[in-house]
T-cell receptor, first 110, second 112 residues
């Protein structure tokens, strides 16, 4: 099962941190965790990925649980431009596809 | 970033007509994908290619065919368009398994 579980929607105030959760309880040891986001009227864009350790880049941080069954995407300071649908995806070993669920729609309140 | 462009960006066509969408990349990435996106479904894979003339079906391939005669181009054809194929179509390339995919800007297709 390649699916992940995310809340359908979340809200955040502008300039506040946002924690977007994702459950992937059936993840295997070699599956990467990817996060993409899709802004209105655009294609998905890569945000961050990780395997076991927490990861940081200029866009976000990814916190991965020790058992790897869940992860959290952290936007340190939400801006209005961060309003998007965020997808948490398992990149499975040997698979040639990314399975996109319906993601979490993040609303940022001014 | 790998360059990836889709054409056309918008198209309106009549039921029963053939339609071809084009995806072009400027780098020699091996894997290319076609997805469709509909409300309530996220993105669903139609077909993908793992090399020139090497393609395979995705989860929603019925009514679609693809061709890849050159590394840089991946074509999606609707042999006889139906209203159920009204959707937004995204092409993607896989940079590598770790760094993930780069998506095009999409083609909005309306079948009337």
């Amino acid at each position: 099962d390649a699916k992940t579980t995310q809340p359908n929607s979340m809200e955040s105030n502008e300039e506040e941190p946002v924690h977007l959760p994702c459950n992937h309880s059936t993840i295997s040891g070699t599956d990467y965790i990817h996060w993409y986001r899709q802004l209105p009227s655009q294609g998905p864009e890569y945000v961050i990925h990780g395997l076991t350790s927490n990861v940081n880049n200029r866009m976000a941080s990814l916190a991965i649980a020790e058992d790897r069954k869940s992860s959290t995407l952290i936007l340190h300071r939400a801006t209005l431009r961060d309003a998007a649908v965020y997808y948490c995806i398992r990149s499975q070993t040997g698979a040639n596809n990314l399975f996109f669920g319906t993601g979490t729609r993040l609303t940022v309140i001014p | 970033d790998a360059g990836i462009t889709q054409s056309p960006r918008h198209k309106v066509t009549e039921t029963g007509t053939p339609v071809t969408l084009r995806c072009h990349q400027t780098e020699n990435h091996r894997y290319m994908y076609w997805y469709r996106q509909d409300p309530g479904h996220g993105l669903r894979l139609i077909h993908y290619s793992y090399g020139v003339k090497d393609t395979d079906k995705g989860e929603v391939s019925d009514g679609y065919s693809v061709s890849r005669s050159k590394t840089e181009d991946f074509l999606l054809t609707l042999e006889s368009a139906t209203s159920s194929q009204t959707s937004v179509y995204f092409c993607a390339i896989r940079v590598d398994r770790e760094n993930g995919y780069t998506f095009g800007s999409g083609t909005r297709l309306t079948v009337v």
